[in-house]
């Protein structure tokens, strides 16, 4: 007697089936190593377990309004070639156009079906039919999924139906995927060969990144006078990598085995700029249980670097004369001449001829100071190199915050058409807040909207006279436009400008408290977020009487 399976017995073989082809679907998405094989895959379950043949994925690509079969399990590459559809042509394009599947139940009476891609006399002789399911991206198709199946079969047409819409989705996913990878590699392909391009050059540029007019012919003035003896005076903006520049000028001199040494004359008070150019004796003041050279001195046959030098007051600017005229000092305390052999190079984003006009400094030492002056451009000026500079800024803050962020469309645009007040620096700083703001690894144009804006008003408060060496929790130095092993030295006592907060306001007390939210506690990074140094930020707090309200983080457990 013949062993038949009952209809129930038959659905629940029916359920297994489509159950384990939703499995194996599953596992082709998270282990093969391509679309292509795990569309493929796809296909191939679909056929050899449910009997839907010939299947095929059909996608259009941006620049063209047509569907291509991009994947399919049973064509021939010449099939392939051949299945080429408008949006307007056959069954294939009404779906794509009209985001609705479609079942034809005999191709052979159906006029809107084409035969483009397989021709009637590779299919079987009994009545065929054409199933095509929107690939959806949201509500949007994106492609179309479509095979043959014979009509009479024990299987029915809505159980397929059923399958066909899960393994769409299952190809509408992969398909996402795979464009996010695509997208990211390009990014990140274009990324890394502006940066080689740009680290190709480092040699040629002495560690400056940069390609722009402004910067070479500036390059071209610091190498010409490198050799010679001449004080050089750097002026510019702050935030422009005078103390880059100096390091430059150093490291072509005959000098470049000797110390090169750095001194914001801003940054100290001026009761101790003394003591720190030209050093004391013991016993010179309270405090000095030993002798100790200056910097003038420990830099004796190499290079000394004054930034800000016309924050100098007059005593000092008349003992620095002496050193430029004799190079000779006298320790703080001492009455003995010490002889010196020091290049001194100085810069200022102040106006000396201003200075001169209000008595604030020499017209002696300014004609000494001025021999050979060389301008550095601001960033606004340096066209093309925000460009590069934001690249390598983004790098570095995704090395330092363990991220992995690109910038979003429009993003690097907007960073282009920005004025850049701060320059440089201001740049980095705008990068690594933007890096920390971040949501799903991309910056986007709302993000960095916001962080210029509050740029935009700190850009105010400095027009208004606010200076950032007038904050007692004083900021910490940053490195201006120095690529990767560029070998420049760091002169930690150099202060970058931070935020520009004269005063701590009782006002900011939310700000701070908002931050701090918004990175989980975590108080270097909040005050990234505000545009602060963690030494900034930790002072307002302190003034604020906010340390005990802080959230645990990181850095404060």
């Known amino acids: 007697m013949e062993n038949l399976s009952s209809p129930l017995e038959s659905d629940v073989i029916k359920a297994e089936t489509d159950l384990t082809v939703v499995q194996e679907a599953a596992k082709l998405i998270g282990h093969s190593g391509s679309p292509e094989s795990a569309i493929t895959g796809i296909l191939r379950l679909m056929s050899q377990m449910l009997g839907l043949n010939r299947g095929r994925v059909l996608l259009s690509t941006p620049d063209d309004s047509a569907l291509h079969i991009q994947y399919s399990y049973g064509l021939t590459p010449e099939e392939r070639k051949r299945g080429v559809y408008s949006f307007e042509e056959g069954i294939t394009g009404r779906v794509m156009r009209q985001g609705q599947l479609a079942v034809v139940q005999n191709i052979d009476e159906e006029p809107g079906y084409l035969f483009r891609a397989v021709d009637r006399m590779t299919l079987p002789d009994g009545v065929v039919a054409y199933i095509a399911i929107p690939i959806l991206e949201g509500n949007t198709p994106v492609g179309v999924l479509a095979v043959n199946r014979l009509r009479m079969r024990p299987r029915s047409f809505s159980a397929d139906l059923v399958i066909l819409r899960i393994l769409a989705t299952f190809i509408a996913q992969i398909i996402k995927i795979n464009s996010l990878i695509e997208e990211r590699t390009n990014h990140l392909q274009a990324e890394n060969q502006e940066l080689k391009d ?8 002495h560690g400056i990144l940069g390609d722009s007019r402004a910067v070479q012919d500036a390059l071209l003035q610091v190498t010409r006078v490198a050799k010679t003896q001449v004080t050089v005076l750097l002026t510019g903006e702050s935030g422009t990598g005078k103390e880059r520049f100096s390091q430059i000028l150093h490291l072509n001199s005959a000098r470049k085995e000797q110390p090169f040494l750095a001194i914001n004359c801003a940054a100290i008070p001026d009761q101790l700029l003394e003591s720190e150019l030209f050093g004391h004796e013991r016993g010179a003041f309270t405090g000095a249980s030993a002798t100790k050279p200056g910097k003038i001195e420990l830099a004796s046959g190499g290079t000394l670097f004054l930034d800000e030098i016309g924050d100098l007051n007059l005593e000092l600017q008349s003992k620095l004369l002496r050193v430029l005229e004799g190079q000779v000092i006298q320790r703080v305390g001492g009455n003995k001449d010490i002889p010196v052999d020091v290049r001194i190079v100085t810069a200022t984003h102040k106006n000396l001829q201003d200075a001169v006009n209000r008595g604030e400094f020499r017209l002696d030492l300014f004609y000494r100071l ?36 690109l910038l979003g469309n429009g ?11 701060g320059n440089i620096r201001q740049l980095e700083n705008v990068i690594k807040r933007a890096v920390l703001m971040a949501e799903d690894g991309t910056i986007s144009i709302m993000d960095i909207e916001a962080i210029l804006r509050q740029e935009s008003t700190i850009s105010r408060h400095l027009e208004a006279g606010q200076q950032s060496s007038a904050d007692p929790a004083g900021p910490t130095s940053f490195n201006s436009a120095i690529a990767p092993g560029s070998g420049g030295a760091q002169n930690t006592s150099s202060p970058g400008p931070g935020r520009p907060y004269s005063w701590v306001r009782a006002d900011e007390a939310s700000e701070l408290t908002d931050a701090l939210q918004q990175t ?4 270097t990074r909040a005050a990234a977020l505000l545009g602060m140094t963690p030494r900034q930020f930790r002072y307002r707090l302190e003034k604020l009487n906010m340390n005990n309200g802080a959230e645990p983080g990181p850095d404060n457990v």
């Not at 993003?411 to 007040?421: D, N």
């Open 370 to 405: 001025n021999v050979f002056p060389i301008h550095l451009p601001p960033l606004r000026s340096r066209e093309g190199d925000v460009r590069i500079l934001a690249r390598h800024f983004l790098l570095s803050a995704n090395r330092e915050y363990g991220r992995y962020t």
């Open 411 to 421: 993003v690097m645009e907007r960073l282009e058409s920005y004025s850049w007040p």
């Open 198 to 205: 740009a680290l190709q050059n480092q040699q040629t540029n």
């Open 520 to 523: 989980g506690g975590n108080k």
